[in-house]
């Protein structure tokens, strides 16, 4: 079964801080690279972060800097911590295979940043 399940979006101020969980089944999580995406309004799905099995790390240069990815392989799950978050990440951010998503997608989890 396949299983993609996002939390802990919300608002948040500018320059203010979350983190993201994502609960995968293990048949997408095992031995593969996972990823966090994010779609705006109005906006194609991009990439942001993502990380290998073995925990080597890749991000866009919008968040580069301010963002983390981590994941625990005993858990299934992968996680984004977010910092100095601006308005321009207010988006729907979802989890996936890194770099080869899988054409299943969760419901996301909704990060609005105000000004």
């Known amino acids: 079964q396949v299983q993609l399940v996002e939390s802990g979006g919300g608002l948040v101020q500018a320059g203010g801080s979350l983190r993201l969980s994502c609960a995968a089944s293990?048949?997408?999580?095992?031995?593969?690279?996972m990823g966090w995406y994010r779609q705006a309004p109005g906006k194609q799905r991009e990439l942001v972060a993502a990380?290998?099995?073995?925990?080597?790390?890749n991000y866009a240069d919008s968040v580069k800097g301010r963002f983390t990815i981590s994941r625990d392989n005993a858990k299934n799950t992968v996680y984004l911590q977010m910092n100095s978050l601006k308005p321009e990440d207010t988006a729907v951010y979802y989890c996936?295979?890194?770099?080869?998503?899988?054409?299943?997608w969760g419901q996301g989890t909704q990060v609005t940043v105000s000004s």
């Open positions: 996936n295979r890194g770099y080869s998503p899988l054409g299943y």
């Open positions: 293990v048949n997408i999580f095992r031995s593969n690279a």
């Open positions: 990380s290998t099995f073995g925990g080597s790390t």
